[in-house]
Every structure is written in C-alpha cells, then in structure tokens.
C-alpha cells in the first residue's frame, strides 16, 4: 500500500488520480499509481476492482 505522506487519495475517492505514480509506461500509454489505479493516457481508469472509468477530459478553458 501507500508508503507517501501524506497518504495518496484511496481508489474509489474522487482525486485518486492524485495518487503518485509508481511505474510508467508512456510508450504504452498507461501508468500504475500508488493506490492501484491503472491510468491510461486518454484519461480512461481501471480500478483495482476490475471496473472501468470512461476518459473524462476536463472542459477546454475559453
């Protein structure tokens, strides 16, 4: 689990994408975080429970 202080966000929280990445595989297009979390670059998720977050873009700034 997490060694980080302060302790990266849990999982299933709103900002665990906060959490430290602890291998990256840019060339693959994805990142495991701290918490479990597989990040891939078009910003989908897969949570260590096996369910799946949609990429989620944040809105373009005007």
Do not use: K, Y
């Amino acid at each position: 689990m997490c060694s980080h202080f302060p302790v990266c966000p849990a999982a299933g929280s709103p900002d665990r994408e906060a959490a430290h990445v602890i291998s990256a595989h840019p060339d693959q297009g994805w990142s495991l975080l701290c918490n479990g979390v597989v990040l891939f670059e078009d910003t989908g998720l897969l949570l260590p429970d096996g369910s799946v977050v949609a990429p989620h873009r944040a809105p373009a700034l005007a």
